[in-house]
Nanobody
C-alpha cells in the first residue's frame, strides 16, 4: 500500500518562491528513495531531485542547483521541495514519486519509480 499526495503549487511571479509538500503513506518498514519530477505540456517528464530516507543524502539536477532544495521530515513521512528564484521556464506539473528500497537512481528516470502522486501545478509569470 503506497499513497502520495502533493500540495503547495500555485501561481507566482518570476523571482518568487513556493514550497511543495508530499505526504506519503507506505505500508513498509523498508527505506525508500523519494523524488520530484516535473512535466510541461508536450514535454517529457524530467527528474528534479531525489532523497534517500535512511541517510538523507540528496541529488539535484544541474538545472535547479542553487535554487531548489529537497528535504524530508521522517516523523511526518513528508518530503518537501523548496523552490526559490522561480523562472517562467519552471512552469510545469510537479509530481512526487517513490521507489521501494535499494538505491536512488542517479540520474533519476521515470521508469525507475513505481509510485506517483496526482501532481500539483506550478505557474510562474
Amino acid at each position: 500500500h503506497v499513497q502520495l499526495v502533493e500540495s503547495g503549487g500555485g501561481l507566482v511571479q518570476a523571482g518568487g518562491s513556493l514550497n511543495l509538500s508530499c505526504a506519503a503513506t507506505v505500508n513498509s518498514n523498508n527505506l525508500n528513495c523519494m523524488g520530484w519530477f516535473r512535466q510541461a505540456p508536450g514535454k517529457e517528464r524530467e527528474g528534479i531531485a531525489v532523497i534517500y530516507s535512511g541517510s538523507g543524502l540528496t541529488g539535484c539536477d544541474d538545472s535547479v542547483k542553487g535554487r531548489f532544495t529537497i528535504s524530508q521530515d521522517n516523523a511526518k513521512n513528508t518530503v518537501y521541495l523548496q523552490m526559490n528564484s522561480l523562472k517562467p521556464e519552471d512552469t510545469a506539473m510537479y509530481y512526487c514519486t517513490l521507489r521501494r528500497g535499494g538505491y536512488c537512481p542517479r540520474p533519476p528516470r521515470a521508469p525507475d519509480f513505481g509510485y506517483w502522486g496526482q501532481g500539483t501545478q506550478v505557474t510562474v509569470s
